[in-house]
């Protein structure tokens, strides 16, 4: 960027005064570089295009904390990421809730309490009238008349929401797929930017189910809320799914002003769903307030180029641009 954001970097530039700053940066970059690639879990000899492009990721990281970096870096460093990146060992035979409140505690340093899942996993069998796509009903009337439980943001984590039975989108789709796998129902999860729903998904029917209203829903509904076709719908597998529960702790430290905390929970994520946009669209907030500003840039400019029409990342960028005078990047949005 230019006008005080990002200047350009000359050849000359590049081979004298980066050489020695890139010396002085090189374990910062590290640990970037380390938290970028690490985005796959993959054999050394798989190298695919998604690999290549974590890879110039990297390098641009690398370059712009060499070369470019923030006048105003917060005095707080990013302190052992290339240590705290890798995830722990994550029991997967838990039920899918449980999992997530494993990763909540684990990253809030409490002990695990799942009292308050156990108890709605277990009224709800008498509830289950049977294992057709009418059970998402039957869950519905069960989670919101018996359980008391009302569509409202509380807070990102699992844990949080089941405490004062108030629960978006996220945590109310967790619950549901958490019913159906103690049935062994063909539930699955459907993430878009901003958006998660469910799915009944078997040979012969693939019908959209919206949590959040306890209704089925055609694709034209979503085309028109989400401004997404139908191949911009993402189904998650199982490991996929994780990622959702480091976004949402990432999310939780983000409002707590513990910004290093997020950011660590957001390369776990990675881990789990390397070109997730919503992950990146979450690290360029996260570093717009650690005011490094540069790296924003890089993470939501990656978060169009995962998914071009996401708006909400569009609204980042004009907002940063703005604030930092960056008038011709504006008109390039």
């Not at 490991?239 to 959702?244: G, Q, W």
């Not at 070109?275 to 939501?300: D, H, M, P, R, S």
Request: net charge neutral.
């Amino acid at each position: 960027m230019k006008n005080e954001c990002f200047k350009n970097i000359s050849i000359c530039h590049l081979v004298v005064g980066g050489l020695f700053c890139m010396i002085a940066n090189i374990l910062e970059a590290k640990k970037i570089l380390t938290s970028v690639v690490s985005l796959n879990n993959r054999s050394s000899k798989s190298f695919s295009l998604t690999h290549c492009r974590h890879l110039v990721l990297a390098f641009i990281f690398l370059l712009t904390l060499a070369c470019n970096k923030p006048k105003n870096k917060p005095s707080e460093i990013n302190h052992n990421l290339d240590e705290n990146t890798v995830s722990a060992n994550i029991d997967t035979s838990l039920n899918i809730g449980k999992l997530f409140l494993n990763i909540e505690f684990n990253a809030l340093n409490q002990p695990v309490n799942y009292a308050k899942l156990d108890t709605i996993l277990a009224h709800c069998t008498k509830n289950i009238q049977d294992k057709s796509s009418k059970s998402l009903i039957d869950m519905h009337q069960f989670l919101f008349e018996k359980q008391g439980i009302k569509c409202q943001t509380y807070s990102p984590l699992l844990s949080e929401s089941l405490k004062y039975g108030l629960l978006d989108c996220d945590n109310l789709s967790l619950l549901y797929l958490s019913i159906a796998e103690k049935y062994k129902l063909p539930l699955k999860a459907i993430v878009l930017p901003q958006h998660l729903f469910v799915v009944w998904e078997t040979e012969t029917d693939t019908l959209y189910y919206e949590t959040t209203e306890g209704a089925f829903k055609n694709e034209s509904y979503f085309k028109k809320r989400f401004f997404v076709q139908l191949d911009g719908f993402k189904v998650l597998k199982n490991n996929e799914l994780l990622a959702v529960a480091y976004l949402n702790v990432a999310q939780y430290f983000q409002l707590k002003g513990k910004l290093n905390e997020a950011q660590l929970n957001i390369y776990k994520g990675m881990e789990h769903f390397p070109n997730w946009e919503n992950l990146y669209a979450t690290l360029g907030q996260i570093l717009v307030e650690k005011n490094e500003f540069n790296l924003a840039e890089i993470a939501f400019k990656y978060a169009l180029e995962l998914n071009p029409n996401y708006n909400l990342v569009k609204e980042e960028l004009k907002k940063m641009y703005v604030f930092l005078g960056c008038y011709e990047e504006l008109q390039t949005l």
